[in-house]
């Protein structure tokens, strides 16, 4: 078994596609983690904007909590609706394409392939932050830990949707079964003490209040705490890998998701105001996060202490595993429609879209370097991608009710209606509220997105054009002058004999172009052409092939060839052929010891070609044994 196969599995066959679907108890790690773990960290990002306002902040977190837990509520029957209308998935690009245009359906993907790369890096970032504040000592190495972690999770996503829910159910119900004790706890004792619960565990200090609150102060507040709602979309983009009926399974998922984050909201938000738990700066030393502090305050830091933070740090790091399940599904679709490269529908060894993982993987890898693998930074960028892709969708659905009849879908129509309102209204708020803290980043990246679509769909429109057999076919009858091949050489040895022996196959007009920089080296080299290219064919009917020797006095290797090919092509009317020979090495380290000057002359060649101009490789494989000759040897 190669290496390949031990990491990522054995190749899977096209029929295998139904076995590889799973259900909704599968479902709910595989697409539910970005929505479960923004529990860790959406009211601490709200919490985190009051912490001007010191003790007197925790007043405002349950009636922002209560806003948010609406705005979820919405979002969940808008999308059972979008899923029992689009089963096939795709999500908000889908709907808003089909409902509102080819470019608000650009402009909605755009958004959402941003809240997929961005929620791997906040993802990532948080759980490392959750590990720090259980294990200080690991705070110099938080970046080192985020792309440890990413890896990881890569490459269990390259290994298939199956395994991967597998591995990541486990942690995910454990998370739930751990915090959520923790909340029932918590909530008893605060019943019991008649709202003001002794915590286990000292709080940290409350920072002095430096401001008093004012509804720009809250509306930023609300803007960080929407990003626990990101991931709810994601059932709705990735109905099909769900096993039959895949709606049915869909809303099951997407149900179990929105209950238990709903759960965890409302808990945490209530036992932060009891218990009086405000947030900390992430970057200073003795950092703790709510749920540490929350956790050691119910149940003390003992040994269930550590396994609840071990359980919120596993889905907080695994919670990127929702764009790794839709970013490569969107990006197929997208490239389904030409407005991304071909190569992201290409399935890959796992029946996974291997090329859209690999791409997530080093965008957010890229992320979490340039902010230093601090999820504070991070946050700002992160709800605009979402609640772009809320509204767009939202409104689609509306549409979509409208023309397949509005009366007799108007409850349907209503909720979509509300939803569309209410995320856009939110959305503004966000980016108003966000925009100093880097938010508008997200409004340059989203329209750089939109020229990448464009330009990837009039590049295959150009290809199509032109490839088109009634656009201006190219005869097939051969050509009655036989082409000018033209073999660059280094010297004279076996590579080079071998090239010229299978251009004399091809043409009668063969020439050897070798270019030198020593006059003696090219002495030797006419030499050994005289015995052993012009000696032998001198009695035979076979036209000899001539040699051109170009000086090069400043070391220019390629330009001489190029430009020589390119001087042909101006003076003969029939194709040039360029022969390059090319050095096979055995052993992947044998590569490194070579400088492989036939792959650059022809990436140049191509470049710099025409029609007429046609490059075929010949080549020489090295033996793996030694002094052992090729039985292909000329």
């Known amino acids: 078994m190669s290496f390949v196969d031990r990491l990522l599995g054995r190749r899977l066959a096209s029929w295998e596609t139904e076995d590889a679907k799973i259900g909704a108890f599968r479902g709910v790690p595989v697409l539910g983690l970005d929505g479960l773990a923004s529990a860790a960290y959406g009211p601490e990002a709200a919490l985190a904007i009051l912490i001007p306002l010191g003790a007197i902040g925790l007043r405002y977190i349950a009636p922002i909590t209560a806003v948010v837990l609406g705005l979820l509520a919405i979002l969940y029957f808008s999308y059972r609706q979008t899923i029992a209308a689009y089963p096939n998935g795709g999500g908000s690009y889908i709907v808003a394409r089909e409902n509102l245009g080819t470019r608000m359906g650009l402009l909605s993907a755009a958004a959402l392939l941003l809240d997929y790369i961005l929620n791997v890096a906040v993802g990532i970032s948080a759980g490392v932050g959750a590990l720090v504040s259980a294990v200080p ?77 004012s509804l720009w102060l809250l509306l930023r507040s609300f803007a960080s705490g929407c990003t626990a709602m990101t991931g709810v979309e994601a059932v709705s983009n990735g109905v099909p890998i769900f096993k039959e009926p895949p709606v049915v399974h869909a809303h099951r998922a997407l149900t179990a998701i929105v209950a238990i984050l709903g759960c965890l909201l409302a808990g945490i938000a209530y036992l932060s105001h009891a218990y009086g738990i405000t947030a900390m700066d992430q970057q200073q030393p003795g950092y703790q996060s709510i749920l540490s502090s929350l956790v050691a305050a119910v149940v003390g830091r003992g040994f269930f202490y550590y396994v609840t933070l071990a359980a919120v740090l596993a889905v907080l790091s695994l919670s990127a595993n929702t764009s790794f399940a839709d970013f490569p599904r969107l990006c197929r679709v997208i490239a389904e429609d030409e407005y991304l490269p071909h190569a992201f529908a290409n399935v890959g060894r796992r029946l996974v879209y291997s090329g859209g993982i690999i791409v997530l993987t080093v965008l957010a890898g890229g992320l979490l370097i340039a902010f230093g693998g601090i999820t504070d930074r991070l946050i700002p960028l992160f709800a605009v991608g979402a609640f772009g892709a809320f509204t ?207 792959g650059v002359l022809r990436s140049l060649l191509l470049l710099k070609g025409s029609q007429r101009v046609v490059v075929i490789s010949v080549p020489w494989y090295l033996e793996r044994r030694r002094n052992s000759r090729s039985k292909d040897a000329p």
């Open 392 to 598: 767009t969708s939202q409104a689609g659905m509306v549409v979509h009710w409208k023309r397949i009849g509005a009366r007799k879908h108007w409850h349907s129509l209503a909720i979509n209606a509300v939803g569309a309102v209410v995320t856009g209204v939110a959305l503004v708020v966000i980016i108003i509220a966000k925009f100093k803290e880097g938010a508008w980043i997200t409004l340059v990246l989203i329209p750089a997105m939109l020229l990448i679509f464009r330009g990837t769909r009039r590049h295959y429109a150009m290809v199509d054009r032109q490839m088109s057999f009634d656009a201006g076919a190219i005869d097939v009858t051969p050509e009655v002058e036989p082409p000018v091949v033209v073999v660059p050489i280094k010297g004279w040895n076996n590579l080079a004999a071998k090239a010229i022996r299978f251009a004399m196959t091809m043409s009668p007009n063969v020439v050897a172009v070798h270019v030198f920089t020593d006059p003696q080296q090219a002495e030797e080299l006419r030499a050994q052409w005289s015995e052993h290219v012009e000696t032998p064919l001198r009695d035979t009917t076979l036209r000899t092939p001539k040699l051109v020797l170009l000086s090069s006095p400043y070391r220019r290797l390629f330009g001489p060839i190029v430009q020589y090919v390119d001087h042909l092509r101006q003076e003969c009317s029939g194709t040039i052929a360029v022969i390059l020979p090319d050095l096979v090495e055995g052993r992947w380290w044998e590569y490194l010891l070579h400088t492989h000057r036939a």
């Open 137 to 213: 000592a690991l705070h110099a190495h938080i970046l080192s830990l985020c792309l440890g972690v990413l890896v990881l999770i890569a490459i269990l996503n390259l290994r298939g949707v199956r395994e991967s829910s597998t591995t990541f159910a486990v942690p995910t119900y454990f998370f739930v079964a751990s915090l959520g004790t923790v909340m029932l706890i918590g909530v008893y004792k605060a019943i019991v003490s008649g709202g003001h619960p002794q915590p286990l565990a000292p709080i940290p200090a409350t920072a002095a209040a430096t401001t008093t609150a």
